[in-house]
């Protein structure tokens, strides 16, 4: 239960470490997991030191044991190596420090790494982490490309080396960092969240010239696979050789069998590029070449089409035939005039022979009354009425005189 303490009633430091000693002495013996980052075995001494850390939080702890126990472990771990031990906590009072006294080590076997390996694998990828729908394009031309490698490497050299001679002009921002051991995870982190900040990085390669399982264990970890994810800057991974499969290699946008093979992806070759160019070069000037050829055939060909070659051609012919139908027209209407001429003058000689002045230039004369009306029968006269006599050349009065057989 917690110690009831005030400002005027205090407890002594002594009493405060005996309490923590005691909490800690109710643990009991626990089996811990960690890697070892220092291993100290001094000639003489019957205990062996060692400092076990958690790789996946920045934590140590210090431990010790007899060396009959470190002894039947000695030909198979080493520092850097992950083991597990069955550790009693103990509290060192007078220096208030917390160390683990082992009485059992067990190395952790490379099947059971990679069984834990390959559950989180399959977490992570449940999570959508590993998709390829999140994976992003590279830039074609990388205006600055971010590194994260280990110093003086053969993989920076690699990187760098080729990457120049595709493309001169490229720029890098390097971060050099541990590339294994305990503190290559979060120094790995804090480069790629350094060059996912920085506006210039286009794109961020992490390389290291691969390595034994143990030695690429950094690049599977959570919190570095966790960390790439969230990166907005295109992430390549060029941690290894063909066969190497961190889970980096999953989680980034693009994975490079090789760090020769990461320079090459992220810059164009600029002598392809400059033989590219040539070629789209000549086949535009090809292509219009071809296009300008068969324009100017096609406008030769229309200006050699009688249409164009005699522009007056056509209205000329056309005037032909309209003389011609003119002329016929002419014709026909001459040849309708002149029987229509002939029909009159036929027409008139008849209406002139049937005329009654045709009839009265033969002797005849038209007897009219004084009302002007036709003398047509003898018996519509009287004797001694005055008739007027027409004939052919005018007309004169006359007077009905007494007719043969006592009749007027």
């Not at 005996?18 to 001094?42: H, K, M, N, P």
Request: proline share 5%.
């Amino acid at each position: 239960m917690a110690v009831q303490t005030s400002s005027e009633a205090p407890i002594p430091v002594g009493e405060v470490s005996r309490l923590i000693g005691g909490w800690i002495d109710r643990l009991g013996a626990v089996w811990v997991e960690g890697q070892i980052t220092q291993l100290s075995r001094r000639p003489g001494l019957g205990v062996v030191f060692l400092t076990l850390r958690d790789p996946s939080h920045d934590i140590s702890v210090r431990v010790t044991c007899y060396r009959g126990v470190f002894d039947k472990v000695a030909d198979v771990i080493a520092e850097g190596a992950r083991v597990v031990v069955l550790a009693k906590p103990e509290w060192y009072a007078p220096r208030g420090e917390l160390s683990l006294r082992a009485t059992e080590i067990r190395a952790v076997g490379m099947g059971e790494l990679l069984l834990r390996l390959e559950r989180l694998k399959r977490a992570l990828a449940a999570e959508g982490l590993f998709a390829a729908g999140r994976k992003r394009r590279l830039p074609f031309l990388p205006g600055c490309v971010g590194l994260v490698t280990g110093r003086a490497s053969a993989a920076e050299r690699d990187v760098l080396e080729n990457a120049r001679l595709r493309w001169p002009a490229v720029r890098f921002a390097v971060r050099n960092v541990a590339v294994q051991g305990v503190h290559a995870v979060p120094q790995v982190i804090e480069a790629v969240r350094e060059l996912d900040a920085d506006p210039e990085v286009d794109v961020i390669v992490v390389a290291r010239g691969g390595g034994s399982v143990e030695d690429l264990l950094p690049f599977s970890d959570e919190r570095l696979v966790r960390a790439v994810a969230d990166c907005g800057t295109p992430v390549v991974s060029a941690i290894g050789h063909e066969p190497d499969a961190p889970l980096l290699d999953l989680v980034a946008d693009l994975r490079a069998s090789t760090p020769t093979d990461a320079a090459k992806r992220v810059v164009p070759d600029v002598g392809e590029e400059l033989a590219r160019v040539r070629q789209l070069r000549d086949r535009a000037r090809w292509v219009l070449e071809s296009r300008l050829d068969r324009e100017e055939r096609g406008l030769a060909a229309a200006r050699s089409r009688p249409v164009l070659a005699d522009p007056h051609r056509m209205m000329d012919g056309r005037a032909e035939e309209i003389a011609a139908l003119l002329g016929r027209s002419r014709r026909t209407l001459g040849h309708l005039l002149d029987r229509a001429g002939a029909d009159l003058e036929h027409t008139r000689a008849r209406v002139i022979a049937l005329s009654p002045a045709a009839t009265l230039r033969r002797g005849y004369a038209v007897l009219q009354r004084a009302d002007g009306s036709a003398v047509r029968a003898a018996d519509e006269v009287t004797e001694g009425e005055p008739l007027r006599a027409r004939v052919a050349d005018g007309a004169f009065g006359v007077t009905v005189g007494e007719r043969p057989g006592g009749r007027a």
